[in-house]
């Protein structure tokens, strides 16, 4: 698993319903609150819409969704100071648990 995962959840809205599901915990363990959040296949180049909506993960919490569609997946996260980390080509298994630090996301910072 990568070192850095975080919220592919909303692959929801582009699954098959012949697509293998997954549950797919993620936590925030970073100092910053997250935004945005964003999803594509990765073969496509469109976000989609942002899927926390007018929603914030805090620091600390954690979200768990069901019936996500295993495959890989582009993410891009937005954070309360509106720094964008994209990671490509995570893979969703039948069962995760992503976590999201500082360290993750100041590399982002550090690559853009």
């Given amino acids: 698993m990568k070192a850095w995962h975080l919220l592919v959840a909303a692959a929801v809205a582009y699954v098959p319903t012949t697509a293998l599901a997954a549950k797919v915990e993620f936590v925030n363990k970073s100092s910053w609150e997250i935004h945005e959040i964003y999803f594509s296949p990765a073969s496509q180049k469109d976000w989609g819409e942002d899927y926390l909506g007018d929603e914030v ?13 295993e495959g890989d997946w582009d993410v891009l996260v937005v954070d309360e100071d509106g720094d964008k980390c994209e990671i490509t080509d995570v893979t969703i298994d039948s069962s995760d648990r992503w976590v999201i630090t500082d360290k993750d996301l100041l590399a982002c910072q550090a690559n853009s």
């Fill in 57 to 69: 993960l805090e620091k600390g919490d954690s979200l768990t969704l069901s019936d996500v569609s």
